[in-house]
C-alpha cells in the first residue's frame, strides 16, 4: 500500500472512530478463557467475544499487549526474597513412619485399657468410700438416736415424778 | 497436568517449593510490568508477587484448582492472575491516597459526550471487531502488521487483508454518506 493510500486509510479510521458509538462492556472475561485465547486456544466464538470486548476497553487491550511483550523476553529471575516468602506459605506435613504409627498403635490400645481399669478402680473406690462413709453415719446417727432415747427412759426410770408424788403422798405442809 | 501442580494441589511441600522456584518470575515479571520500575517499586511488586501466592494457596488452594491445563499454558494463566492481583493493588493504593488526601467536592456527573456530527452514527456492524482492532492497532499504536499477528495470534498476511476489507468497507460508506 502506498503512503497516499495509508494516508487515507488513517482518516477514515479516525473518521469511523471519533463518531462509532462505544459497547457496553459485558461481563469479566475470565482468566482461562483469556489464557485459552492467548495461548491460540480459544474457539473461534470465543475469540470473535474477545476481540470485541479488546476492541472496546482499553484496559483488556493493554493486558494483551503486555502479555505479548512478555512473551518477547525471557522471563527474568524474581528476587530471593519472593521465592523464600512464598515457600513459607506451606509448611510440611509430619511424616511419621509406619512402625512407630503401628507401635503407637500398640500402646495406643494398651493404654485405653489401663485407662478403662484405672476408672473402673477408682470408681469402685470412690463408690465404697462414699457408701462406707454413708453407713458409718447413717449407723452413728441411729446409734446415737436410740442412746438418746435409752437415755430419756433411764432418766424416767430414775427421776420420780415430784409433783405426782406429791400429790399422792401429800405434801409436808398438808400433813402439818 | 503436571507432576509438581498435581503434588502441589495435595499440599505437598516439595511440589509447591518446586512450583515457587518455577513460577516465581513469571510472577514477578507481571506484577513488575504493571507496577512500574524503581527501587521502590522493586519492594513493592515483591509484596504483590506474595500476594499472588498468598491468594494461589489460600482455602486449600481454591485458585489455583481454577486453572485449566486443557486450554492454556500455566505461565499465560500466572501471567493474567498476577496482572489482575496487581491492578486491584494499584486501585487500592490510588483509593488509599484519595481518602488520605482531602477529597475533593462532589462536582456534578460529568456531560455524557456527545459525537461532533451528531447525525452520524455508526451502524455497529460496519466493522467486524478484528477489523476494528487491526486497524486500532495499526493506526492508534503505529504497530506494523507482523506486530499485529503477534497481538492477535494471526499471521501477517491476513492483517493485511483484513485492514485491506475494514479500509474498503469505510471508503464504500463514506462515499454513500459523502466524504469524511
Known sequence: ?176 | MDDVLENCLRGRKWAWDAFVDRYAGVIFAAVGRVLGRGRDRTEEAEDVAQDVFVRLVRNDFALLRRYDPDRSSITTWLTIVSRSVAIDHLRRRRLQAVSLDDAPPTTAPPEPQTPSTPTAEHPMELLTARQKLVLQLIYDRDMDPEAVGRVLGISAQTVRSTKHKALQRLREYYEKEGPP
Open chain 1, 1 to 176: 500500500m502506498s503512503e497516499r493510500e495509508d494516508k487515507l486509510g488513517c482518516r477514515l479510521w479516525r473518521e469511523y472512530a471519533a463518531r462509532r458509538t462505544s459497547v457496553p462492556g459485558g461481563p469479566e472475561i475470565a482468566p482461562n478463557l483469556l489464557a485459552a485465547y492467548l495461548d491460540g486456544k480459544a474457539d473461534p466464538e470465543a475469540v470473535e467475544r474477545i476481540e470485541a470486548r479488546m476492541a472496546e476497553d482499553p484496559d483488556l487491550l493493554e493486558a494483551v499487549l503486555e502479555f505479548r511483550r512478555l512473551q518477547d523476553f525471557p522471563t527474568p529471575p524474581a528476587p530471593p526474597a519472593v521465592a523464600i516468602r512464598a515457600k513459607s506459605l506451606v509448611v510440611p506435613a509430619v511424616q511419621v513412619p509406619h512402625a512407630v504409627v503401628a507401635a503407637a498403635g500398640r500402646w495406643w490400645q494398651k493404654l485405653q485399657w489401663a485407662a478403662a481399669a484405672a476408672v473402673i478402680i477408682v470408681a469402685g473406690l470412690g463408690g465404697y468410700s462414699f457408701g462406707g462413709d454413708t453407713f458409718l453415719a447413717r449407723q452413728t446417727a441411729e446409734q446415737r438416736a436410740a442412746a438418746q432415747v435409752t437415755g430419756e427412759i433411764e432418766d424416767l426410770i430414775s427421776e420420780p415424778d415430784l409433783s405426782v408424788t406429791g400429790q399422792a403422798n401429800g405434801s409436808p405442809e398438808g400433813q402439818s
